[in-house]
């Protein structure tokens, strides 16, 4: 009667145990996202089971180790499967067995993963010796500029600070000889846009001080409180036997003759003496530019 007791506990345990080993379920596929991950990044294991039945949920811890993180586990139904998605980082570079991880209804365990690092592997083992300082390229190229600047910068300074100071000089010099026509000329365009609502004696009154001002600044001499006859001393001194400074008393004496003898001039006559005055202006400046170049010894054409 023992021996058939015994018998008969031995036959219930085996087949519990057949049972239990029917309902494990099976693994089907397991891959990962990115398919080669390197030491740090976030890599997701996907597992597919069968779960025969089984009911698995998302465990409710994760474990714990030195060499990795696991930072996320879920479940999920993929058509009668199940997809078990384990999220972590491993920090140890080659292959190593992930610790169980404890689903609730199943336990997966055994799972090897593969960590890749950008370092290369020393074949003996041995620590590499140290390299040389690696350099951008054209590093060179620059200490060798800062070098030279640094150096022969000073002595280039010194020896050009002349010139430069010369060449600036004759630029500002320029500038100030060419302001008095640039006046002028914006003073007759001023001008221009008037010559039909000006009275005939302002009009001129603005053109001849817009001429006596661009002389007075051109030569340095004040021409604005000075006669006709003064000026044409002034002009006959610094263009002797030219017409064009003749010409140019003249207009103001024709102006004058305007101003302060009641002459009249139409709006057609006062446009005519503005394009000629523009026209005698441009011949004067010319001529002083010519005398400016001479006092330089530049050769220059004198045929305007």
Partial sequence: MNHAVKALVSFSLLLLTAASLQAEPRVLSVHFLPPEYFVGDTVEMRVVLDPDGESILAPAALPRVDWMVFRDAVVEPVGDSLELRLFFSSFAPGTRTLPDVNFRGYTLKGMKIHTSSILKEN??????????????????????????????????????????????????????????????????????????????????????????????RR????????????????????????????????FLEYADTIKFAGREAGAAQKGDDLLRLRELSAEIEARFRIGERREKGETVDVDI
């Avoid at 000075?226 to 003249?250: G, K």
Wanted: aromatic share 12%.
């Fill in 219 to 250: 030569t340095g001499i004040d021409c604005i409180t000075t006669t006709i006859h003064e000026i044409r001393i002034v002009m006959l001194d610094i263009f002797p036997e030219q017409d064009s400074a003749l010409r140019l008393i003249h």
């Fill in 123 to 216: 074949d003996n083992g041995e620590i590499a010796e140290l390299q040389g300082q690696l350099y951008l390229p054209g590093t060179f190229f620059l200490i060798f500029i800062t070098a030279f600047l640094v150096f022969a910068g000073p002595v280039i300074v010194i020896t050009s600070a002349g010139f430069v100071r010369r060449r600036t000089r004759s630029l500002f010099l320029t500038l100030s000889r060419r302001r008095p026509y640039w006046r002028l000329r914006h003073d007759l365009k001023e001008l221009s846009s008037q010559t039909l609502i000006m009275p005939d004696r302002d009009f001129y009154y603005a053109l001849s001080d817009a001429i006596r001002s661009y002389i007075s």
